[in-house]
């Protein structure tokens, strides 16, 4: 029995010696079925330990997650708040040239309302022309005619008359053509410079006023949207900072949390392997017994192997992992890869019979590396699946969590843990598992870890 039982066990008085002598059998029984008892209870307890670490560890990774996700938010809001400020610069610009533009119309419809005066005043010019050359008609005709009375005197005059009197014909033709190309030319700049002038006392506009008029509003309503906007965005960086606070605060929590969780596995683990190392043969002891027989095993096969110069101990115990292109999860390979190929199957596979609790027995390096699974888990990855991946493609990996990393560097005679076991998929199972250690010419290789269900 534990030194940690006896320990709580309550002093009895003392028995006379016949009687001590008959009870010696039934107490060492009773000591053997309240040892099982207790390695069932603190089992059960471990396996508790191990959910309620597993729980833990899903809550961080989701709050870690949202913590991430609230830091990324926090910086969208800033880029947000600044495409605003843009907007309102850009609002404010337009509105400025839309008022420019404004007076450079007003201004050239001034320009064109001073052109129609001068257009009116060459009309009033032709006009005038008109009635000058009507008249030099009128006087000229008159000439002509006293030159006729005067007979062969007045011939000479008479020709100079009827000069006179076509030019003035011609003038007035073309006067009148002036008028008539100015009045037209006059219609059409006054409609123009009515479009360009703004009519705002008569309550109607130009159309060109009323198209600025639709743009100033427009921009208006874009400024008080971008506004609106930004004192809404202004409110949710304000939330998000409270919420990436509370966050971190969550995240402190659960690592005090998953700590405790930890600490309290630990212990359960370490009563358990009390228990086992008690003498008492409990549940658990089958698979220890088998993952130290199996480690024995490899460590001999690796210094056979060594021995033999199939692999030099650099070799070995290599840490140069060399990534495999296009594996997810990331697998690697090693220079010890083909020796562990060769040899390991051959401890590794038996074992999968000892019982049907067994899940799988795998040799690791002292980082957790899998150079070879059982032959189920060996399957070739499939593109871009990678929950199959992650259940079925279990070799040439890495496996340094909690338990991988116990198991790999454990140096005892053996280990036991409880965990959790990912399958893909957010799919666990929840296992025991019993390591023992291997070791090369006195050097610590890695160990052989046997996973069991309960």
């Not at 002891?285 to 088998?290: D, E, N, T, V």
């Not at 056979?304 to 990534?323: C, G, N, T, W």
């Not at 390979?333 to 000892?354: I, Y």
């Amino acid at each position: 029995m534990s030194k940690w039982w006896r320990a709580q066990a309550p002093v009895r008085p003392a028995e006379p010696a016949s009687v001590a002598a008959s009870m010696e059998p039934m107490s060492h029984v009773n000591d053997h079925v309240l040892i099982q008892s207790l390695s069932k209870g603190v089992s059960g307890l471990g396996r508790d330990a191990a959910e309620v670490r597993g729980v833990l560890e899903d809550t961080q990774r989701i709050v870690t997650a949202q913590g991430q996700a609230m830091g990324a938010l926090a910086q969208d809001l800033v880029e947000v708040q600044r495409s605003q400020a843009a907007i309102g610069q850009a609002t404010a610009q337009t509105r400025d040239a839309v008022a420019r533009a404004r007076e450079v119309l007003d201004g050239m419809g001034q320009e064109v309302g001073r052109i129609v005066e001068t257009l009116h005043q060459v009309s009033e010019a032709a006009t005038e022309i008109t009635q000058i050359a009507l008249q030099t008609r009128l006087v000229a005709f008159n000439a002509s005619v006293e030159a006729k009375r005067a007979g062969e005197a007045g011939r000479g005059f008479g020709v100079v008359a009827d000069a006179v009197k076509d030019l003035a014909g011609k003038v007035e033709q073309t006067s009148k053509a002036i008028m008539g190309t100015v009045a037209a030319l006059d219609s059409k700049i006054e409609l123009f410079s009515r479009e360009l002038r703004s009519d705002g006392g008569s309550g109607q506009q130009s159309s060109i006023h009323q198209a600025f008029a639709l743009v100033e509003k427009d921009v208006d309503h874009i400024a008080e949207s971008a506004q609106q906007s930004e004192t809404t965005t202004q409110q949710l960086a304000q939330r998000s900072g409270e919420l990436e606070r509370e966050v971190q605060q969550a995240t402190r929590s659960l690592d005090l949390a998953f700590s405790c969780s930890d600490r309290f596995l630990s212990v359960s683990e370490r009563m358990i392997e009390d228990i086992a190392s008690s003498g008492v043969e409990v549940d658990d002891a089958l698979y220890i017994h088998a993952a130290q027989d199996a480690s024995a095993q490899v460590s001999a096969l690796l210094e056979q192997a060594v021995a033999e110069h199939k692999i030099s101990m650099s070799d070995l115990f290599s840490e140069q992992y060399r990534p495999i292109p296009g594996t997810e999860p990331q697998q690697h390979t090693t220079t010890f890869c083909e020796l562990a190929d060769q040899v390991f199957p051959g401890v590794q596979e038996p074992l999968l019979a000892l019982s049907d609790k067994v899940v799988y027995c795998i040799a690791v390096d002292r980082n957790g590396y899998v150079p070879t699974h059982n032959r189920k888990y060996c399957q070739p990855q499939r593109q871009g699946d990678l929950v199959w991946n992650t259940a079925n493609s279990r070799y040439r990996r890495i496996f340094n969590d909690r338990t991988g990393l116990a198991s790999a560097r454990n140096q005892r005679p053996f280990l036991l843990q409880t965990y959790r076991r990912d399958m893909g998929g957010g799919r666990f199972v929840l296992l025991k598992e019993a390591a023992a250690p291997i070791t090369v010419q006195g050097r610590h290789w890695g160990g052989l870890r046997l996973a069991f269900e309960f």
